[in-house]
Every structure is written in C-alpha cells, then in structure tokens.
C-alpha cells in the first residue's frame, strides 16, 4: 500500500471566497442547467495536482506564484516519483516486499492553476496556508484515531489477526486517499457528479466510494453511521452546495481529516467548459480554532475500474503469513512440550 507524505504547507466568507476567486473564468461562461433547471456539474472530473493540503516553507507564505517560481521550486514529477520509488516500492533491502513502481503514479504535473497563478496550498484561509489547530486538536485528533473499533481495545487486536485489523483501504471498503473532502493523491484522483431532482452521488474513482446527497432534506437522526457520513444539499445561484456530518467511527480514527464532530461544506461550481471549482470548509470546534476553507480546480477526466488490491488477493496473503508467524513463534514451546 502505498501512502502520501504530506509536507506541512483575514477569514472570508466561503460564499464570497469563492465568488472572488472564481469570478474571471466565469464573466463569459453560462452555466448549464439541468432539465429541471438546477446547476448541472455532472460528469467525470479530474482534481490531481501537485499543490498540497498545507503550504511548504519553501515558497515563503505565498499562495500564488507564477510559473516561473513554480518551476524553480517544486520538485518535478519525475524527481517526485523517483524518489518515492528509492525509499518505497522500489527501495533495496531485504525487507522491503516491493510494491507498485513509479509507472502508475499519476499525481499531476503542476501545481493547482487558478486565476492564471499557481496556487501554493489547497487551504486558502487562514491565510498562512496551514491547518488551525486548538492548543489540544492534535492531542484529541491523536485519540479519535487511536480507538478502533469502538469497544475493542487497540493494543489487544493485532493487525493481522484477523480482517478486521486491517485498514478499511486494505479490506476494499474506503479509499486510502480523501474523498471528503476531495485531495489529490498518488493516483485515481477522478470523480463523477450524477443528478437527479432529488438525489445526487458522489462516486469517487478510487474504491468506488458514493456518497448520496439527498437535495433540499434535513439531517436524519439514524441508530447507526454511514461510510462518509450523512450528506444533505442544496443549490445556491450557479453552485451545487453539499454538507456531511455523523462521519462512521471507523473512518474517524483511520482517515487523516474526518473528525467526530466534523461538519464538511462543499461548494462545486462550473466556471467554463471542462472545468469546475471546488471549495470546501471544515469545521469541528473540538480540534480546531476556527473554520478552515480550501479550493481547486477540477477538470474534465475518464473514470477507469478501481480493482482493489488486485481482486483484494492481498488481505488473504497477509492474514496467511500472519499464522504462519504465530506457527513459527509456536514451535520452540511445542517442541518443550
């Protein structure tokens, strides 16, 4: 499996933000509308980007740079998945099983493109680019995580001592990148909007996670949680508006940004002709001093299968050398015996 690093990267209203932000691609763009007049954003979107959550030190505060800057500071993506590969899935050692090369990374080329600059981080307020943890969110983020699954104590189930001790991305039931809200990652960073007058889904391409947003409804009082939480939506002018909340237990301790009490406002606007912006804000008072909002463009793509480990031969194998260990550190006591 692989994972991602994330290097560590005056509040506005997200409504204003975006409308600021957004204004030059849409003056001359007209919103399509569905057959019940509605905004239309479906399709097959693409948001990878080089751009990440937080903004690195190394572009010095700045949220837009040009291209020249860019080119000069970030690392390509060829240098970027090659080294990847030298400390991962290609890395020497006799430990290292190996994994997925480099050949099937596809996180993007640049940074996000918007208003003619680069942007630096996907968080756009604060405006240092960097996640507004409370003088306790880190301590309390660290014990969400830690309690997996509600009622079993972390420290008596191993990793491998059965399915259930292994992430959800290993057992095919979440992705292993964000989806709420949408990050680029390593690869399969493509989505699909599909509407109806009262529902729309969320698919994202990576394990083929759907989210259903029930459009113009109230949140529902359920006796259980739903992967990706409970998500309710609205239209507001040229913009579909979507909010989640009651995220599942487990998600909360194995994802990076899903929180308890997380409440996720999304805003995706169409601004020209293959091209989408996508806003988002985050609020858990719990964990954070403030509200934070990101942004990035998404693009028209293709959405392929996603075949989960392979058709999910992996789980087996590893649960398999997991009881061949347990034999193993068995036989000196048997042998005793």
């Excluded at 942007?119 to 680019?129: F, K, L, Q, W, Y």
């Amino acid at each position: 499996m692989l994972t991602v690093v994330f290097r560590r990267l005056a509040p506005l209203a997200l409504t204003l933000l975006t409308g600021a932000v957004f204004a030059q691609d849409a003056q001359e763009f007209k919103h399509p509308r569905t057959e019940w007049g509605v905004p239309d954003v479906q399709g097959v979107w693409s948001f990878k980007t080089r751009t990440t959550l937080e903004r690195p030190e190394i572009y010095a505060g700045e949220l837009e740079i040009d291209e020249a800057t860019m080119l000069g500071k970030m690392v390509s993506t060829p240098d970027y998945i090659a080294a990847l590969e030298a400390t991962g899935a290609e890395a020497p050692g006799p430990h290292n099983v190996g994994g997925y090369n480099g050949w099937w990374i596809t996180p993007g080329d640049a940074l996000a493109r918007m208003n003619g600059m680069f942007r630096t981080s996907v968080i756009v307020d604060p405006p240092d680019g960097q996640i507004p943890w409370n003088e306790n969110g880190q301590e309390e983020r660290r014990a969400q995580r830690n309690q997996f699954p509600p009622g079993l104590d972390n420290e008596e189930l191993g990793e491998s001592d059965g399915p259930e001790g292994r992430t959800l991305s290993d057992r095919c039931l979440m992705s292993f990148a964000s989806t709420a809200p949408f990050l680029g990652s390593l690869y399969n960073n493509h989505m699909q909007i599909v509407q109806s007058p009262t529902h729309v889904v969320l698919l994202a391409e990576m394990v083929h996670n759907a989210r259903i947003v029930r459009i113009g409804q109230e949140f529902r009082d359920l006796p259980f949680e739903q992967w990706l939480g409970d998500s309710i939506g609205y239209y507001e002018d040229d913009s579909l508006v979507v909010v989640t909340r009651d995220f599942h237990p487990w998600q909360v301790a194995k994802e990076r940004l899903t929180s308890r009490e997380m409440t996720l406002t999304e805003r995706f606007t169409r601004v020209a002709d293959g091209k989408m912006h996508y806003a988002f804000e985050i609020d858990d008072p719990d964990l954070y001093s403030q509200p934070w909002r990101g942004e990035l463009p998404m693009y028209t793509g293709e959405l392929y299968e996603y075949a989960c480990h392979e058709g999910n031969y992996a789980l087996p194998a590893i649960l398999a050398g997991a009881r061949t260990l347990e034999v193993d550190s068995s036989a000196p006591l048997a042998a005793e015996q």
